[in-house]
């Protein structure tokens, strides 16, 4: 059977024309001669054999040219990402984090439920892997997008931290203090829980709402001096004075 696209000719073989060049190299006919025979490149005959398993299983009427596992497959992604968009607007609606791994872990799994629910044979040899690829192509298809989380807003008073340095450096010089003897403390917080601070979002939504961060935290006394060559030991500050988890360690 021979079509047209683009006027360049080009032959279109019905699935039984397949199994008859499978079947007549399976034989002990030479692939170029089948090729030849039917007209056809070497490589297009190898392709079809590489497919034989499928071709094998494949119940079609006569005249049909292609395969159900494709039409299965455009079928299966679909709905997968139309299932995928729903989740990520649920866990928008829940203020829940929605990072690239996260969506790739919970699209196989939709990918393997449907292929369960879908009937006939050839839904055994579809798969699917959620690379990097897919998920560049499923943002563009989708318009899904990455968007920071907005928290609570800091506050410091700029004006009044330098009049203190101008101060502490003018009482450094009237004591006469050596960078050796000036040390700077700080704490600092130690989110052993923290989340990410952005998500993914659907199309519709132009910003994330207000969201406040895990606060399980532990908090760091650090110092060193000013001339940097002694450091403080870093001083663990837990949340209660007898932490339960270390009750009974004299």
Request: proline share 3%.
């Amino acid at each position: 059977m021979g079509s047209k696209k683009n006027g360049v000719s080009r032959t279109v073989l019905t699935i039984n024309t397949n199994r008859e060049m499978i079947a007549t190299v399976e034989s002990g006919q030479k692939m170029t001669d089948v090729a030849r025979q039917y007209g056809l490149n070497r490589s297009t005959v190898y392709t079809i054999l590489a497919k034989k398993d499928i071709i094998k299983k494949t119940q079609a009427a006569e005249g049909v040219t292609k395969i159900t596992s494709a039409k299965q497959r455009n079928a299966i992604h679909d709905k997968m990402e139309r299932l995928i968009l729903v989740w990520i607007n649920e866990r928008e609606m829940k203020q829940d984090v929605t990072s690239k791994p996260i969506i790739q872990e919970k699209v196989r799994e939709i990918f393997e439920k449907l292929k369960e629910q879908t009937s006939g044979s050839s839904s055994e040899e579809l798969e699917f892997k959620a690379t990097t690829g897919w998920f560049t192509k499923f943002k563009r298809r989708s318009g899904i997008k990455h968007a920071l989380m907005h928290g609570e807003s800091a506050s410091a008073n700029k004006e009044a931290a330098e009049k203190y340095c101008l101060k502490f450096q003018e009482f450094v010089e009237t004591e006469g203090y050596r960078p050796q003897q000036i040390f700077n403390c700080d704490e600092t917080g130690l989110f052993w829980k923290r989340m990410p601070n952005r998500t993914y979002i659907t199309e519709d939504e132009k910003s994330v709402p207000g969201h406040k961060p895990i606060k399980d935290q532990l908090m760091l006394l650090l110092g060193a001096n000013a001339s940097g060559d002694m450091k403080l030991k870093p001083l663990l500050v837990y949340h209660s004075e007898n932490p339960r988890a270390l009750k009974k360690i004299p």
